[in-house]
């Protein structure tokens, strides 16, 4: 590599064509920003500094860049009136003249590898010439700079589409954007660039021809995999990039030993880690910076979002946020892990929990239809089915605290703030509003009144009433209302009004 390497990332186009007021390059391929994914390339290989030029709407770009390459310069281009003009902008922003090389890119091809460009760099410069375009050959050349050729093949110009003469336009080489100079003939050329063209634009590749007429030495490095260098410019692409970026890192963690089921309906951002063997079954979404640990099994149908998947652990049809999921523990189906959920080793959340601040130690279950939110379950405990953590007084948010080897009833509500103590039991139906000490047992429920008789009582009341026909509970609140406690709290499933 070049002792002085300076990267030069354009953004500052408005990308009227997203129709968004996020900007073209904030818009997420693989979960990363386009521009983010330009920038991590860029990083790799190593460059001495960076500058990205800025325009439509810097106020997010700028901020968005520096959070993810502090050291990066930005430069301001008030107004775009070409790539020319915008790295002279870039250049003058810098304290010092570059010297070496340098490299400019722009900022909306996400699937820009850093391999490549260091490719593109090495061959720059073992050729040692004052410019390098990086070109490919691509079937619908509509758009691009086309790379013109004399008889001997080399590289004698850029010709932009809306300049080129109809037998230029038929030139499937194009710039792809990607241009490798010399720093010293680079300063040069950038004040002799002029903009007497159809766009009326500093175009930077009129740097080619200019470095052809001072007899300086010019190329081209194709590259193959033209996809590289695909921008998006509209949601249609994006789609199209946000699919082909799938497609290379789902293929990339299969060759890595990950079991990919259904490769076609599995998408993993470009961030997320897994480890070998695995598992993903269909449907399934890893997003952000979810890791997955060894021999886990995830799916089908699951969307974790930056989640902690153990090794051993199993997530089934579950929706996962900010959650941790501890070794060989099990999650699902449809469980729903909300951030601030942290599952310890061989526990479980079972079949429609939800969970929200939760720790739930390791060996403890809620294996069915609860919610437990802003809670802390120590170990091998396990919380009966229905069992309603009411957190929220209306106005603030309580913890509950539930010790080591607790056992609690089903359908229990724990009124937080409140503490289950260790070896704690509760009967079914408690309603838990103080502290039960370790090893005690609550139950808040009244005795059970049995009434006998009662369905005889019922089915009298109701053949002497209005012609109702027997069987049928339609009425019956009217015809005597309040007779039986019993009657009228719930429906064990008959025919309703
Ligand atoms: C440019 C190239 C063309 C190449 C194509 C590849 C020129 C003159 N043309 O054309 O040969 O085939 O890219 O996509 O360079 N930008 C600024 N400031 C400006 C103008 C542009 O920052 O004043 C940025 C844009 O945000 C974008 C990049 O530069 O990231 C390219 O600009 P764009 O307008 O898309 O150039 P094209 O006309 O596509
Ligand atoms: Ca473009």
Not at 14 to 38: A, C, D, E, N
Not at 214 to 225: E, N, S
Not at 290 to 308: F, M, N, Q, R
Request: hydrophobic share 40%.
């Amino acid at each position: 590599m070049p002792d002085d390497l300076t990267v030069i990332v354009l953004a500052a186009g408005g990308g009227t064509r997203m129709k968004s007021k996020t900007p073209k390059v904030l818009h997420q391929v693989g979960g990363r920003s386009m521009i983010g994914h330009v920038l991590a390339a860029v990083q790799a290989i190593g460059p001495q500094r960076v500058v990205t030029v800025v325009g439509h709407q810097r106020e997010q770009v700028g901020p968005h860049v520096q959070s993810l390459l502090p050291e990066s310069v930005l430069a301001v281009q008030e107004t775009q009136q070409g790539t020319g003009h915008a790295v002279r902008i870039a250049i003058e922003a810098l304290e010092a003249m570059p010297i070496g090389t340098v490299v400019v890119a722009a900022g909306d091809t996400p699937l820009l590898e850093g391999e490549s460009l260091h490719a593109f760099v090495v061959d720059h410069e073992a050729a040692q010439r004052a410019v390098s375009v990086l070109s490919g050959v691509v079937s619908e050349p509509f758009g691009y700079g086309r790379i013109v050729r004399d008889g001997a093949g080399e590289v004698r110009a850029i010709v932009e589409e809306k300049d080129a003469t109809a037998e230029e336009r038929e030139i499937h080489e194009i710039n792809s954007g990607i241009l490798a100079f010399d720093a010293q003939f680079l300063a040069g050329a950038l004040v002799r660039i002029g903009n007497d063209n159809a766009k009326g634009e500093y175009y930077l590749t009129d740097a080619v021809g200019l470095a052809q007429h001072d007899g300086l030495v010019v190329g081209a490095w194709a590259i193959d995999d033209v996809a590289q260098t695909e921008g998006a410019n509209d949601r249609a692409q994006l789609a199209e990039l946000g699919r082909e970026m799938n497609r290379r890192v789902v293929t990339r963690w299969m060759k890595d030993g990950v079991t990919v089921m259904d490769p076609a309906t599995t998408w993993i951002d470009a961030d997320v880690v897994l480890a070998p063997d695995v598992t993903i079954l269909p449907g399934t979404q890893l997003l952000g910076d979810t890791v997955v640990g060894e021999d886990a099994v995830v799916g089908p149908d699951s969307t974790l979002k930056d989640c902690k998947v153990a090794a051993g652990a199993r997530v089934v049809r579950t929706h996962g946020e900010l959650a941790v999921v501890g070794e060989g523990a099990t999650v699902g189906p449809f469980s729903y892990l909300r951030p601030g959920t942290r599952l310890g080793a061989g526990g479980r959340i079972g079949a429609f929990v939800e969970t929200k601040n939760a720790e739930i130690g390791e060996g403890s279950k809620v294996p069915h239809l609860s919610y437990v939110g802003d809670a802390t379950i120590g170990r091998g405990s396990n919380i009966g089915a229905g069992t309603i953590f009411a957190n929220y007084d209306g106005q603030h948010k309580h913890h509950t605290t539930v010790g080591d080897g607790a056992r609690t009833g089903s359908n229990n509500t724990f009124v937080a703030p409140v503490a289950i103590g260790d070896g704690a039991m509760t009967g079914g139906g408690t309603v838990v509003r103080e502290d039960v000490p370790p090893g005690a047992l609550a139950v808040s429920a009244g005795p059970q009144r049995t009434l006998e008789g009662h369905a005889e009582r019922r089915a009298a009341r109701t053949t002497a009433g209005a012609g109702q026909p027997v069987g049928q509970t339609v009425g019956e609140h009217s015809t005597n209302p309040g007779a039986d406690p019993g009657v009228g709290q719930t429906d064990p499933g008959g025919s309703q009004s």
